[in-house]
């Protein structure tokens, strides 16, 4: 059986995150580390029901989801789809990073989750609430509501670029309660053949500022598993709509 952890950190029980899929020979381990911790219901995108576990660790998980998560560099595909989508310059007070995601999906069933810049719940499973005001183009504003339990509750956010030839969306938080400043990032899908079948290469990457009284590593550390989680949650409802759809492989 797996379970999502959310790992708080620190007298800040909102400092440091760590969101991810364990088993429960896994969440032992952690309780070897201190772990204080509770259970809470919450639901995914698709109304299923996800046993989360919420705790609260004594001493640094760092070394110990390093060690479990490995470390691996980009393949030529992708190095080229960084380079060409995902030019970040942060100031000395930022840090930023890059993420990647195979789906086994084609990119249209992909991209249609990924372009409803007004619908993020529909594969984000920590968004409850969200509202457009007018029609959706670039410069448009989002408020999005967090789901109860998560160290933010709103977040404004604009989109800054839309694009349905390339499958690029860019978003920047604006505003709301949270510790995310001048957070912007950016997501592009990518064609592939993934075991013989259309597949998808989801990169996403981000820069923000590092709050007062944290490292840049930390704050990297929050953003990465946050997104890693959406695009967790990406993968398993695009895959679940494509095995509706596939019913011969690519030869």
Not at 1 to 29: E, P
Not at 49 to 54: D, G, H, I, K, N
Not at 76 to 81: A, F, H, Q, T, V
Not at 172 to 190: A, E
Request: proline letters at 4%.
């Amino acid at each position: 059986m797996s379970t999502q952890v959310l790992i708080l950190k620190d007298k800040d029980l909102w400092r440091l995150l760590l969101l991810g899929t364990f088993t429960d020979t896994d969440i032992k381990d952690l309780e070897n580390y201190g772990v204080i911790s509770s259970l809470m219901e919450l639901s995914d995108s698709a109304g299923n029901s996800m046993r989360t576990l919420f705790a609260v660790v004594l001493s640094s998980p760092l070394r110990y989801i390093s060690e479990m998560s490995g470390n691996g560099g980009f393949s030529s595909l992708e190095r080229e789809c960084i380079r060409r989508h995902h030019r970040h310059e942060p100031s000395e007070n930022q840090c930023s990073s890059v993420l990647i995601k195979h789906i086994k999906a084609p990119v249209p069933l992909v991209w249609s989750l990924v372009r409803r810049f007004d619908q993020p719940q529909k594969y984000k499973p920590f968004i409850s609430r969200c509202v457009v005001q007018g029609n959706l183009e670039i410069g448009s504003l989002r408020e999005v509501d967090v789901k109860s339990g998560l160290p933010a509750t709103t977040s404004t956010e604009r989109l800054e670029l839309l694009d349905d030839d390339k499958h690029i969306l860019s978003i920047r938080i604006v505003g709301g309660d949270h510790r995310l400043r001048n957070y912007s990032s950016i997501i592009s899908l990518h064609s592939e053949i993934i075991e013989g079948r259309p597949g998808t290469l989801v990169v996403e990457s981000f820069v923000v500022d590092t709050p007062e009284g944290n490292t840049k590593d930390e704050t990297c550390f929050v953003v990465e598993t946050l997104i890693k989680c959406n695009l967790k949650s990406l993968a398993d409802v695009s895959e679940g709509l494509a095995i509706q759809d596939w019913t011969e492989p690519i030869v």
